[in-house]
């Protein structure tokens, strides 16, 4: 992160600056030496964010599949029941994450908790969503 703060301040106060009706360089920093420290951080930064991207993709397929199903299923046998898209909601969140992190210790430290608690919101949700839209057709 310290590298990124030179960048940060070229930026902010420009490669250049006015003296005595002339430009002149900076000293601090040469220019290939700042631009080699911006890469740096930029790479850095990317390391850092592709796992969590691909945890956001992969909790998001690991999601939508479930869900898509348990709509499809409600949509064909009309089932309007609170109760029934609560309690889908929490088996896809415990399915997700048990999914995502095939460890025994996942159910042990309360990280299952987390995911029930927002797939039974999520479910709550759905359903309020679909009762609104489907009051307002008709």
């Known amino acids: 992160m310290q590298h990124l703060f030179?960048?940060?301040r070229?930026?902010?106060c420009g490669l250049w600056r006015r003296d005595r009706g002339e430009f002149r360089r900076r000293s601090d920093h040469s220019d290939d030496d700042v631009a080699r420290r911006c890469r740096a951080a930029a790479l850095r930064i990317l390391v850092m964010l592709l796992p969590s991207a691909a945890v956001f993709i992969i909790t998001c397929l690991l999601t939508a599949i479930p869900t898509a199903i348990v709509v499809w299923f409600t949509e064909e046998f009309h089932i309007r029941a609170v109760g029934f898209f609560a309690c889908a909601g929490a088996a896809?969140?415990?399915l997700s994450?048990?999914?995502l992190l095939r460890s025994p210790a996942v159910w042990t430290s309360g990280l299952v908790c987390l995911f029930v608690v927002a797939g039974f919101v999520a479910g709550l949700t759905y359903w309020?969503?679909?009762c609104e839209l489907a009051a307002g057709q008709d």
């Open 6 to 8: 030179p960048c940060i």
């Open 10 to 12: 070229r930026l902010a």
């Open 92 to 94: 896809i969140g415990a």
């Open 97 to 99: 994450i048990t999914v």
């Open 128 to 130: 309020f969503v679909m």
